[in-house]
């Protein structure tokens, strides 16, 4: 009989009833520590005091109205935004996922609207994750996530990560944009390293072509800066958000340049949940609390604790561990033992990761992460590996 959850997940036999800055409980009492904040989505840990002030006093106010109206929370979070980054506009989703199809419609309707209909391609790389909707599979357009789901949304050229190349032979008249993750997640915590990141936007320039930054596991504050790509000194047409950006809440987003949106006029796009008060206010404090030096400072401080103790585990458990990658608070652990039963030996030793592509254990933790707690964690994890290694 099919369960009355459609079983699309394998998960862990772990029932969490409670969370605490960095804590996860579990029905029985267990205390875990949490380096996978809900896939980088806890950026504050979970029930973060401020959070949930925010949170109370705006769902004793005022939920949900849709767009019909002008909404001052999704005012504030948009300027908060635009204040912070490259983007002139902001259009707010519900997931990552939303914020892909946005992406895309965008980048399409520009040429279109320029008179270059023609223009509908769009570049993607091996090992990219852009979420589960139809256009996000066809970004992929891994077997494993088309397989079965019928006709694939043409217009999505897939070429192999680092390969400059075969980038630019695949550049054409028909070439919208280029899609990419500043740092892959799901594929395995792979950097595009800073000269890549120059490289892509060169060619951007040069070819006319949109780039499109996926920034939804990588971005607000992960990696040390409030969005990755700052880290190259360069910027997107068009940026998508999502995950640490409600620090809990469904909230994404899609950046923009004023040039890149400009075919988005009304009635071009929309959705009835997003950019809700609720949302927006969550949102908004995220933002403020994240979005400023000293707190990305800290992040910086505290992502150079953990790389440090890493490369300690790794070089005490070498049978299990290959390396350690990433950037900030966005770290792998390349495994030599299975991924998976790294990660269940971690559920042992009750501290949470995240397995990925490439045989990848994922650190996400919660930003304002302890140094106190990453020692703890670190300890839990080679108590893990030494479990894994016997
Ligand atoms: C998680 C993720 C998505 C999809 O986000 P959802 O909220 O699950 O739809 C898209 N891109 C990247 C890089 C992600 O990590």
């Given at each position: 009989m099919i369960p009355s959850v459609l079983p699309t997940y394998n998960r862990a036999p772990l029932h969490f009833v409670k969370g605490e800055g960095c804590w996860l409980i579990e029905e029985d009492g267990r205390r875990f520590l949490d380096l996978g904040s809900g896939i980088a989505v806890n950026a504050l840990g979970h029930a973060a005091p401020e959070l949930v002030q925010v949170l109370t006093e705006q769902a004793q106010k005022l939920w949900h109205v849709s767009n019909l109206y002008e909404i001052p929370g999704q005012q504030a979070l948009a300027d908060a935004l635009v204040d912070r980054t490259f983007a002139d506009t902001v259009f707010f989703t519900n997931s990552g996922t939303e914020a892909c199809e946005l992406a895309v419609k965008m980048a399409r309707k520009y040429w279109h609207d320029k008179?270059?209909?023609?223009?509908v391609e769009i570049l993607t790389f091996e090992g990219c994750f852009h979420g589960r909707s139809s256009a996000a599979i066809a970004a992929s357009g891994a077997p494993k996530m088309v397989?079965?789901?019928?006709p694939v949304l043409p217009g999505f050229v897939h070429l192999p990560w680092e390969d400059h190349e075969a980038l630019t032979a695949a550049v054409t008249d028909r070439t919208a944009a280029i899609l990419i993750e500043p740092i892959q997640g799901e594929g395995g915590i792979r950097v595009l390293p800073d000269e890549s990141l120059k490289n892509l936007r060169a060619l951007c320039d040069e070819k006319g072509v949109l780039l499109i930054l996926d920034e939804v596991q990588c971005g607000v504050g992960r990696t040390g800066k409030l969005f990755a790509h700052e880290w190259a000194g360069v910027t997107p047409d068009i940026m998508m958000s999502a995950k640490g950006i409600g620090g809990g809440f469904p909230l994404g987003a899609v950046l923009a340049t004023e040039e890149a949106a400009s075919g988005m006029v009304a009635g071009t796009h929309g959705s009835t949940y997003g950019g809700n008060p609720l949302g927006c206010a969550l949102g908004l404090a995220v933002i403020e609390r994240i979005g400023n030096d000293e707190f990305l400072d800290a992040v910086r401080q505290r992502a150079g604790f953990l790389r440090q103790k890493l490369e300690g585990l790794v070089a005490a458990h070498p049978e299990v561990f290959e390396g350690v990658r990433g950037t900030g608070l966005m770290l792998g652990l390349k495994c030599r033992a299975n991924v998976a039963e790294v990660v269940k030996a971690g559920y042992a030793a009750e501290v949470i990761t995240v397995p990925a592509a490439d045989n990848v254990l994922r650190l996400l933790p919660p930003?304002?992460?302890?140094e106190d707690e990453i020692a703890e964690a670190v300890a839990r994890l080679d108590r893990a590996a030494a479990s894994v290694a016997t």
């Open positions: 008179g270059k209909p023609e223009k397989a079965g789901f019928g930003l304002n992460i302890t």
